[in-house]
């Protein structure tokens, strides 16, 4: 029955690419490249899937997450990959299927160096409580923070998280698992004041990077959507996952034996809930799908 419908999608997309492919502009999300992200490829690989004729471009502008949000509602952009929240969700349209696996929601702290030894005391909220984050502007899960009376700072650049945290103005900043190694490389990879935390690891329910469109782009959004689902039932999205640079470094995360601080998560939606669990990660076995 799937196989039918992905077929008569297939075909009523297929009119629309004879002439010229659909021109596609993505949101150049500040402090990230996005051509060397999973998100990034995941959205090639959905596109490539549902068979739309697609050029996917990159904004001009780099901009922050709330940025992008305002973009995409006024038409100037047509995509971007987000964290999700019941604001973002009513402001956009999001194609529901959580991009890593929920792998963003699963946060590890970059502290300094000094402060292992008192991250290795962590074993409660309470325990976090006791030392200051730092977020950036715009990011959807900086709420978490302050629904769970976890001190926090925001800051307007990567760049700023680092100095900041280096400086001792603040003491750690939670990354999302997937991505820690790399921003860690990018912009601190030569400094021996910082380093992954090696005992704690934030967990945010329902929380990932989801594709967020305009809620009028019907034809985007069902582009987005079919192929994406055909990606995980042919094994593509499970090859992606499991070969992509941005998780070289998961598996020694070891999530499995971290002290897990689990948060409320109060802005969750009906449809986020209603998300199949074969989209989300175990993160006993991060790698089995």
Not at 90 to 106: A, E
Not at 208 to 224: G, M, R, T, Y
């Amino acid at each position: 029955m799937k196989k039918i419908l992905f077929a008569f999608l297939l075909s009523s997309f297929s009119c629309l690419s004879v002439a010229t492919p659909l021109k596609v502009v993505y949101a150049n999300l500040q402090g990230r490249d996005p051509q060397r992200q999973f998100s990034f490829a995941v959205l090639n690989l959905a596109l490539e899937k549902s068979g739309l004729d697609v050029e996917l471009v990159k904004s001009s502008q780099s901009m922050t997450d709330a940025r992008a949000i305002v973009e995409i509602m006024n038409k100037n952009i047509d995509v971007a990959w987000l964290g999700n929240s019941a604001e973002v969700e009513s402001q956009l349209w999001p194609i529901m299927i959580p991009i890593s696996r929920g792998l963003l929601g699963y946060r590890i702290p970059v502290i300094r160096t000094d402060l292992q030894s008192r991250f290795n005391q962590v074993k409660t909220l309470a325990d976090l409580q006791k030392f200051q984050a730092c977020l950036g502007v715009g990011w959807p899960i900086a709420t978490a923070w302050d629904d769970n009376a976890l001190p926090v700072t925001a800051v307007g650049t990567f760049e700023s998280l680092f100095k900041m945290t280096i400086s001792g103005r603040m003491d750690y900043i939670p990354f999302g698992a997937g991505s820690v190694h790399g921003y860690v490389k990018q912009y601190a990879e030569d400094n021996p004041a910082l380093m992954i935390d090696q005992h704690v690891v934030i967990v945010y329910p329902y929380y990932d990077f989801f594709f967020f469109v305009n809620k009028e782009n019907k034809i985007l959004h069902e582009a987005i959507e079919m192929g994406f689902k055909k990606a995980y039932e042919d094994g593509s999205y499970r090859d992606l996952f499991l070969s992509h640079p941005e998780f070289a470094g998961l598996k020694s995360l070891q999530l499995e034996k971290r002290q897990s601080i689990r948060l409320k998560n109060i802005h969750v939606t009906p449809q986020d809930i209603e998300i199949k669990s074969k989209y989300w990660i175990n993160p006993q076995t991060p790698f089995l799908f």
